[in-house]
Nanobody, 120 residues
Framework: QVQLVESGGGLVQAGKSLRLSCAASGRFFKINAMAWYRQAPGKQRELVAAITSGGRTDYAGSVQGRFTISRDSAENTMWLQMNSLKPEDTAVYYC??????WGTGDHDYGGQGTKVTVSS
């Protein structure tokens, strides 16, 4: 089983920066891919950025060049550095991890979310 602790959300003015973090703990063999999703009011949840265990990254087009995803595999922690924030980045941001359990195969698990509000 995995526990996720997300932090770093808040209220910020457009053009400013925020850094989200997601720390995974619990009983698992290893964390594989990690990702950030977001859901804005009235919209579907969308992938923001993802990072593999080997460090390969992928970004939504809307955040490319502004957001940077990173991870410390030894600490099972992931970050999302968000720069040049825009009002349309306002959403609840969720951490998702894909992990391998002890003899239970591969699983996905998501966090409770952290709210990001960008004012114009």
């Amino acid at each position: 089983q995995v526990q996720l602790v997300e932090s770093g959300g808040g209220l910020v003015q457009a053009g400013k920066s925020l850094r989200l973090s997601c720390a995974a703990s619990g009983r698992f063999f290893k964390i594989n891919a990690m990702a950030w999703y977001r859901q804005a009011p009235g919209k579907q949840r969308e992938l923001v950025a993802a990072i593999t265990s080997g460090g390969r990254t992928d970004y939504a087009g809307s955040v490319q060049g502004r957001f940077t995803i990173s991870r410390d595999s030894a600490e099972n922690t992931m970050w999302l550095q968000m720069n040049s924030l825009k009002p349309e980045d306002t959403a609840v941001y969720y951490c998702l991890v894909s992990y391998t359990g002890w003899g239970t195969g591969d699983h996905d698990y998501g966090g409770q979310g952290t709210k990001v509000t960008v004012s114009s």
